[in-house]
Every structure is written in C-alpha cells, then in structure tokens.
C-alpha cells in the first residue's frame, strides 16, 4: 500500500476538481491517501471524503510562516511514500511539499504560471500539454488512465443524495417545485469581474419563465445574500432564494434542479460534477482548464482574442484596460437564443443539448461552436 499525500490549497471549485481526480486515483491502484486543503470551504469538501486525521489545513486567517511551522510539525512524522501538487499549484502548495520526507515529490507544470521555484526544486515533473482541463491535468499527475471524461465525483454525489437529499425533498416541497422544470442560477463569482450582468441575468429568467414555465432556486455563498435576494425579487414569484445553506445543502438543491446557469464559480463546478446540465455565461478565465466537466454542459462567451487573461486575477478588482468586455458585452440576445433551445431540447427531446443543436439555430453573431476534449460546447460570439 502506498501512502500519498496530494497538496491543493486552491478554492472550493479547484478542490472539488482534485478530489474528483483523487477519487480515481483511489479507485485503480491500492492507495492510502492524505490531503492538504485551505479551510476557504475546501476542507468541509475533503472531510466528506477523509478521515481528519487525513486531512491537513492551511488555515487563511494565519500567516503563512505559522501555517507552515505548524503543518512541518504534523507532516515531517508522517511517512509519506509520494507527494503530488495538484494542479494549479503555487509556492505555498510547493513549500508543504518540502515539509515531507517523501521519496517522491511531484508537480505538474504548464509552463507559464508556475512558480520558477518549482522548477527547480523539484525534479520529479511532467509537463501539462496545452488546453487540458485540471481534472484531466491532475489524472495525468496521478498516472491515472483516463480518455475524455471519467465521470468522476461518485463520492460527492453519493454523499449528497444519501446524508442531504430529505434536506431537498423539503425545500422543493414547501417551495411548491416538485415536478416543475427548475433551474439553479448562481449570479455570483469570486470576483465582480466574473459576474454577468444582473439585469441581463433577470432579464433572461424572466423570459424563460414565460416561455416554459421555469422556476428558479437562487443559489450562492453567505456573503452573496443581498445578491441572491435582489436577483429573486427582480425575477418575481417563480424564484426562491437559498437564503441560508451549508455548501453540502446547497450541492442537495442544485442536485435536484434540471439545469445549472450561472457564472465561472464553485457552484457551477458542483452542478457539473452532480450530473446537472451546465449553461455558463464565461469571462475571462481559460475555459479549457476550468469549463463545467462533461458532455451536456454549454459555455456561452465573447472570443476576445485577449481572454483568457490573468493579468488582473490577484486582485480581483475591475482594473481590466479594456473594461471587462469579455462578460460586459455578452448580452441577452446573445444568451437567451441558446439557453432557450437547451430548455426547449431537455423538455421535448429529454436530453442534453449538443454542437449540432446549438449550429441548428444558424444565429448571426456566433463565431465558432465546438467541443472541448470532455464533452462541453463552447458557443463563441463574436468579440
């Protein structure tokens, strides 16, 4: 039996991806794993799926010199076989690295927004081949065997519908959505930059309503109440907002909808792993490493030739120099042509919609419609 510890001190929605990729890991070869995650929410995630005494925390509300003299104390006994930084990884995911005594230390590298220093001090890398999404980066990383999409998250999906699913059952009974066409709609991202407009976004949940008689659950973190609030009074009385839910109530919620619309964010990759249709209105990330996982999901985006841009991310303040055009001029007549065949296709034809469909509508504006190596169409309008 090996023992492994895989480091991923990114947000919700990354770690989520890793533990998908973990989990197959787990599956094909006779593994003892460990992890490291930030307590940004990730750690609720890798608790559901560890024991604690598996899981490592690097605690952001502490410096980083404290996290790391306290995580050397724990790591440096633990006799560790391999270390892997999943991907994306940076310098504080390298430096836990180091605090083992693993034989093996390996790190997956792109080339480009890497730590130098991870070059260099570890020997063990392999090279991430260009437009490769992170699920499918880190099953390289793990030397899992994989083609195209592994439908990975069983873990997560069972643990929803098994300990959270009379949660749901409840929701959409006193809401009145049972048996209705729902839809979960996230109008918020980390970071203004990734947020389509709100207006827009009431906008074409209106009209979906009046067209197919939707219902809306609007889904998001604490801190997103005031926006979840304004977007479901905007829409009217065919949306509920998720006022107060844990991340694992809101994942039984999103579970039980027909179709996810939402922005670049955790909520979009939790539909995606859940098995919910994804339509994502897209901004500037690069949606080849980051798009909702599998067949049947839609991004909807601008094709800048200036996204996908990194350049502002630290921060995440609207600092873009050309305004943010990526999200800002996506606009309804762009969104709502698309959203509504993929309802249209769901309630007619019961499935998922694909390219063929999306190239059926012949719209003026789009550029290119094609699918990325796991399945999901990508519907480019011209920038």
């Not at 593994?31 to 490592?56: H, T």
Request: hydrophobic share 40%; net charge positive.
């Amino acid at each position: 039996m090996i023992n492994i510890l895989v480091v991923s001190l990114q947000g919700i929605g990354n770690t989520l991806m890793t533990l998908c990729a973990a989990e197959k890991l787990m599956e094909q070869y006779p593994v003892n794993l460990s992890v490291a995650v930030s307590n940004n929410g990730s750690q609720e995630l890798a608790l559901s799926q560890f024991p604690k005494g598996r899981v490592y925390i690097w605690d952001e509300s502490d410096v980083a010199a404290k996290n790391v003299i306290r995580l050397g104390r724990k790591l440096r006994h633990m006799c560790f076989d391999r270390v892997y930084l999943a991907y994306p990884s940076y310098k504080r995911e390298g430096v836990v690295g180091l605090l083992t005594k693993a034989r093996e230390k390996k790190v997956l590298l792109d080339g480009a927004g890497d730590w130098k220093f991870l070059r260099k001090i570890y020997k063990s890398k392999i090279w991430k081949p260009a437009n490769m999404h992170d699920i499918n980066a880190n099953y390289a990383l793990f030397g899992v065997e994989s083609q195209g999409c592994l439908n990975p998250g069983g873990m997560f999906r069972r643990k929803i519908e098994n300990e959270y699913g009379n949660y749901a059952d409840s929701f959409f009974s006193e809401g009145g959505l049972a048996d209705k066409f729902v839809i979960a709609v996230h109008p918020g991202a980390n970071g203004d930059g990734k947020r389509w407009g709100t207006d827009k976004l009431i906008k074409l949940c209106g009209e979906l309503h009046d067209r197919f008689a939707c219902r809306f659950v609007i889904v998001g973190g604490s801190d997103e109440l005031k926006l979840k609030q304004t977007v479901a009074k905007g829409i009217g009385e065919s949306a509920v907002p998720l006022d107060s839910a844990t991340l694992f109530q809101t994942a039984s919620i999103i579970q039980r909808c027909s179709l996810f619309i939402g922005n670049d964010s955790a909520p979009m990759h939790i539909s995606a792993v859940l098995g919910v249709p994804v339509v994502a209105l897209w901004s500037y990330t690069d949606f080849h490493r980051t798009s909702p996982y599998g067949p049947g999901n839609i991004i909807i985006r601008k094709a800048y030739p200036c996204s996908p841009c990194y350049s502002f991310n630290g921060s995440f303040t609207d600092n873009c120099k050309f305004g943010m055009k990526c999200i800002k001029n996506l606009e309804l007549d762009d969104v709502l042509p698309v959203v509504s065949h993929c309802v249209e296709v769901m309630l007619d034809k019961k499935r998922r919609i694909n390219a063929e469909d999306v190239n059926s509508l012949k719209l003026n504006g789009i550029e290119k419609v094609y699918g990325l190596e796991h399945g999901c169409v990508v519907v480019d309008f011209r920038g």
